[in-house]
């Protein structure tokens, strides 16, 4: 059964600082991975989807990585703002099943 | 282009009453995908439906049932509801599973 975590649960930085949030997931059979951002009462905002045969994914400040032989990706923010403040969650499919989600950071940007 | 719509926004609905919770997915979206959140068990996939057909469900009782019109549109019902299935469900919609999910904003259910 396919286990994703996502460390550390929460981070708090100063703005401008770049910045590494981690997944990692038990299968490396896996058909995609996303990103996505939650803030406080809303749904999921999508950031970036990377595809299994893919190794990363950029959007303007965001790029996302994967390895999936180690069963990990991370996502890089640079120059972070306090706009960039909520909670990011890493979501696997494994391969032709549902999406598996991890508990998510909580990011929080000070000014 | 509208994005995912979810309704009601909220509901309050007390213990032994049945729900039902609606979603209009992306225009041309096939895909749609259901999920509770909350906060002890994180996101939690329900079910997946693709042109009116159940893909996958989810480790839920089968109190829990959804589907999917011909239109795209989605619904899922809760019977006999519990204490415990207070939480904010989520939908998702898209062309497939090489596409990125979109979410709508959810319903928060709360049941007293």
Redesign the interface.
């Known amino acids: 059964k396919q286990e994703v975590t996502q460390i550390p649960a929460a981070l708090s930085v100063p703005e401008g600082e770049n910045l590494v949030l981690n997944c990692s997931f038990t299968d490396s059979a896996i058909y995609n991975l996303q990103w996505f951002r939650q803030d406080p009462g809303k749904g999921l905002t999508s950031l970036l989807l990377i595809q299994s045969s893919q190794r990363e994914q950029t959007s303007g400040r965001l790029n996302a990585s994967l390895d999936k032989s180690s069963g990990r990706s991370t996502l890089y923010i640079a120059a972070s703002q306090p706009g960039d403040s909520a909670t990011y969650l890493c979501a696997v499919r494994p391969n032709n099943n549902d999406m598996r989600f991890g508990a998510g950071t909580r990011l929080t940007v000070k000014p | 282009k509208a994005g ?1 719509t ?1 309704t009601p926004r909220y509901l309050i609905k007390t213990r032994g009453q049945q729900v039902t919770l609606s979603c209009s997915p992306i225009s041309g979206h096939r895909s749609v ?1 259901w ?1 509770q959140q909350t906060p002890g068990q ?4 329900l079910f ?1 439906y693709f042109s009116e057909t159940q893909r ?1 469900k ?1 480790n839920f009782p089968g109190r829990f049932s959804g589907r999917q019109f011909s239109n795209s549109r989605s619904e899922m019902n809760v019977s006999t509801l519990e204490l415990g299935d207070s939480a904010l469900y ?1 939908c ?1 919609s898209s062309l497939g ?10 319903t ?1 259910l709360t049941v007293t």
Do not use: C, I, T
Request: charged residues 10%.
């Open positions: 995912v979810q995908s999920y994180g996101l939690q996939f997946e996958n989810g989520l998702a599973w090489d596409s990125p999910l979109h979410f709508g904003n959810g928060r």
